[in-house]
């Protein structure tokens, strides 16, 4: 399955009272495959605020996400967790609402060895019959998904991908060692195009909500063989993928949109809004 270069991790847009903005998450939806050129987006991940997200919100969320993508882009749940249990089960209910993909995040908190990653992500895998990405980040987790151990899981035959927060050294022995057809993306925006230069498929992106087009164009430019034009946008929007992460995501992100005219709301606590200043801050990247 294809899930093309630029998937964006969508946030999830929430109204006043900080329920979820169904209306809100339709337009964004929209915005984000008509204007900002996703080709897939990730429901309920780190930037949707899954911690904070009842099952029952995330299943919601996964099903409105299906009906809205009308074959548009793929979907690709954010199912993960630190319970393998708990992550079979709401695998699996996302596998029957229609879901293309899921991502599988590292288990935080509890810190297996690598052993125990494999094991775990081996029993999710194995109970349904969808892709699965690994997510691997070992700054929220605290627990690193080694080079060995992707490739390792690389051989499972419905693990095809994995999106990866670590360096090019990790990435460069991913992409050297998995399977035939496994698929490497960052999860780090200005690492996009580093990523691509030692061979990772594409991205993973929060900065694609406000610019996915202008990612998607640097990503075609080092494709079509024009590297200099690629290394000239990543320049350029080096300040933008470093800012919207200069205090806690994803409300750096959300402010963006809002200054836009988007229906992104607050945030669940802990997290908390932009306050004034940082939102003169995240304006002042787009001027």
Same mark, same amino acid.
């Given at each position: 399955?294809?899930?093309?270069?630029?998937?964006?991790?969508?946030?999830?847009?929430?109204?006043?009272?900080?329920?979820?903005?169904?209306?809100?998450?339709?337009?964004?939806?929209?915005?984000?495959?008509?204007?900002?050129?996703?080709?897939?987006?990730?429901?309920?991940?780190?930037?949707?605020?899954?911690?904070?997200?009842?099952?029952?919100?995330?299943?919601?969320?996964?099903?409105?996400?299906?009906?809205?993508?009308?074959?548009?882009?793929?979907?690709?749940?954010?199912?993960?967790?630190?319970?393998?249990?708990?992550?079979?089960?709401?695998?699996?209910?996302?596998?029957?609402?229609?879901?293309?993909?899921?991502?599988?995040?590292?288990?935080?908190?509890?810190?297996?060895?690598?052993?125990?990653?494999?094991?775990?992500?081996?029993?999710? $895998?194995?109970? =349904?019959?969808? !892709?699965?990405?690994?997510? @691997?980040?070992?700054? %929220?987790?605290?627990?690193?998904?080694?080079? &060995?151990?992707?490739?390792?899981?690389?051989?499972?035959?419905?693990?095809?991908?994995?999106?990866?927060?670590?360096?090019?050294?990790?990435?460069?022995?991913?992409?050297?060692?998995?399977?035939?057809?496994?698929?490497?993306?960052?999860?780090?925006?200005?690492?996009?195009?580093?990523?691509?230069?030692?061979?990772?498929?594409?991205?993973?992106?929060?900065?694609?909500?406000?610019?996915?087009?202008?990612?998607?164009?640097?990503?075609?430019?080092?494709?079509?063989?024009?590297?200099?034009?690629?290394?000239?946008?990543?320049?350029?929007?080096?300040?933008?993928?470093?800012?919207?992460?200069?205090?806690?995501?994803?409300?750096?992100?959300?402010?963006?949109?809002?200054?836009?005219?988007?229906? $992104?709301?607050? =945030?669940?606590? !802990?997290?908390?809004?932009? @306050?004034?200043?940082? %939102?003169?801050?995240?304006?002042?990247?787009? &001027?």
């Amino acid at each position: 399955m294809d899930f093309g270069r630029l998937i964006t991790a969508m946030i999830t847009p929430f109204n006043s009272d900080l329920q979820i903005d169904w209306e809100g998450f339709e337009t964004v939806f929209d915005y984000l495959i008509d204007e900002q050129e996703s080709d897939s987006l990730v429901i309920c991940g780190t930037t949707g605020e899954s911690p904070t997200l009842t099952e029952e919100e995330k299943l919601q969320l996964f099903e409105a996400a299906v009906k809205r993508a009308k074959g548009r882009c793929r979907i690709i749940a954010g199912t993960g967790s630190n319970d393998t249990a708990h992550s079979i089960h709401l695998s699996q209910a996302a596998e029957k609402l229609g879901v293309d993909a899921l991502l599988l995040v590292a288990p935080y908190y509890n810190r297996p060895s690598q052993e125990g990653l494999y094991q775990h992500f081996k029993a999710i $895998a194995e109970s =349904v019959s969808i !892709p699965v990405i690994l997510y @691997n980040v070992p700054s %929220r987790s605290s627990v690193n998904i080694s080079a &060995e151990t992707t490739i390792r899981l690389s051989q499972i035959p419905n693990i095809v991908a994995t999106k990866d927060c670590t360096g090019t050294d990790q990435l460069t022995q991913i992409v050297s060692g998995a399977a035939e057809g496994f698929l490497v993306y960052t999860g780090d925006d200005s690492a996009g195009l580093p990523a691509l230069s030692v061979g990772a498929h594409g991205i993973v992106s929060v900065a694609s909500h406000v610019v996915g087009k202008q990612m998607k164009q640097m990503i075609e430019a080092y494709l079509g063989g024009d590297v200099k034009q690629a290394a000239k946008l990543h320049g350029q929007l080096l300040p933008v993928f470093g800012g919207l992460f200069t205090f806690p995501s994803p409300a750096p992100v959300k402010a963006a949109l809002s200054l836009k005219g988007l229906p $992104a709301g607050g =945030v669940r606590l !802990p997290l908390v809004e932009a @306050n004034e200043a940082e %939102r003169k801050f995240i304006a002042s990247l787009f &001027e």
